[in-house]
């Protein structure tokens, strides 16, 4: 029979993880973190800086809730050797659909698990990886997908799990990362954490 344990706890405000987690059954709970996303690069390795930000707000939760699991996340998207964050303005979420229009970019989700206790911490992290392909855009198309206001709040300029999806020709990789949590690392790490994952 499974162990009782206590929820997870989602260090991230945004709505997509914690759907991600909904849909699995996996409870948690959610409390934002109290650190910002550092864009600095890491000499041409995003996965690093993608895990840093992800263990960065982990930390700064686990500390103040001793003996909990907590799970922080990172998602960041690469054109070419460009990192793509989350745009500003509706002009710069145009720039970056034309970016990616008719080309693959990779999408990268760092993710770290964090438990402090007895003073020490436990911490772990990861990243997963997935390709993504664009099929060509129109000039109309890309204004009236901006207008829509989706792209305002995500890495690269679009959501997958949304009218997004339209602009996708295809992936190779895990879904669920582009969205913003790779659901099976997830896991796979919560089970050497001793997490009993609920079927």
Same mark, same amino acid.
């Given at each position: 029979?499974?162990?009782?344990?206590?929820?997870?706890?989602?260090?991230?405000?945004?709505?997509?993880?914690?759907?991600?987690?909904?849909?699995?059954?996996?409870?948690?709970?959610?409390?934002?973190?109290?650190?910002?996303?550092?864009?600095?690069?890491?000499?041409?390795?995003?996965?690093?800086?993608?895990?840093?930000?992800?263990?960065?707000?982990?930390?700064?939760?686990?500390?103040?809730?001793? &003996?909990?699991?907590?799970?922080?996340?990172?998602?960041?998207?690469? !054109?070419?050797?460009? @990192?793509? /964050?989350? +745009?500003?303005? $509706?002009?710069?979420?145009?720039?970056?659909?034309?970016?990616?229009?008719?080309?693959?970019?990779?999408?990268?989700?760092?993710?770290?698990?964090?438990?402090?206790?007895?003073?020490?911490?436990?911490?772990?992290?990861?990243?997963?990886?997935?390709?993504?392909?664009?099929?060509?855009?129109?000039?109309?198309?890309?204004?009236?997908?901006?207008?829509?206001?989706?792209?305002?709040?995500?890495?690269?300029?679009?959501?997958?799990? &949304?009218?997004?999806?339209?602009?996708?020709?295809?992936?190779?990789? !895990?879904?669920?990362? @582009?969205? /913003?949590? +790779?659901?099976? $690392?997830?896991?796979?790490?919560?089970?050497?954490?001793?997490?009993?994952?609920?079927?």
């Amino acid at each position: 029979m499974p162990r009782l344990l206590l929820p997870l706890i989602l260090a991230s405000g945004s709505p997509r993880r914690a759907d991600i987690l909904r849909q699995a059954g996996i409870p948690f709970e959610v409390v934002l973190p109290k650190t910002a996303e550092d864009s600095q690069e890491e000499g041409g390795r995003p996965w690093l800086g993608a895990k840093r930000n992800a263990l960065r707000k982990a930390r700064s939760v686990s500390r103040d809730r001793p &003996g909990r699991i907590v799970v922080g996340a990172d998602t960041m998207v690469v !054109c070419g050797s460009e @990192v793509l /964050g989350k +745009p500003g303005t $509706r002009k710069e979420a145009v720039a970056m659909l034309e970016k990616l229009s008719g080309r693959d970019h990779i999408v990268i989700t760092g993710i770290a698990l964090s438990r402090w206790e007895d003073g020490q911490a436990e911490e772990e992290t990861s990243y997963e990886r997935t390709v993504v392909s664009f099929k060509q855009l129109g000039k109309s198309e890309i204004h009236a997908y901006v207008a829509s206001g989706e792209p305002l709040d995500k890495a690269g300029g679009y959501g997958i799990q &949304g009218k997004g999806a339209c602009l996708v020709q295809g992936i190779r990789g !895990c879904y669920f990362n @582009v969205v /913003g949590l +790779p659901l099976y $690392r997830l896991c796979d790490m919560l089970k050497r954490w001793d997490y009993d994952i609920p079927w």
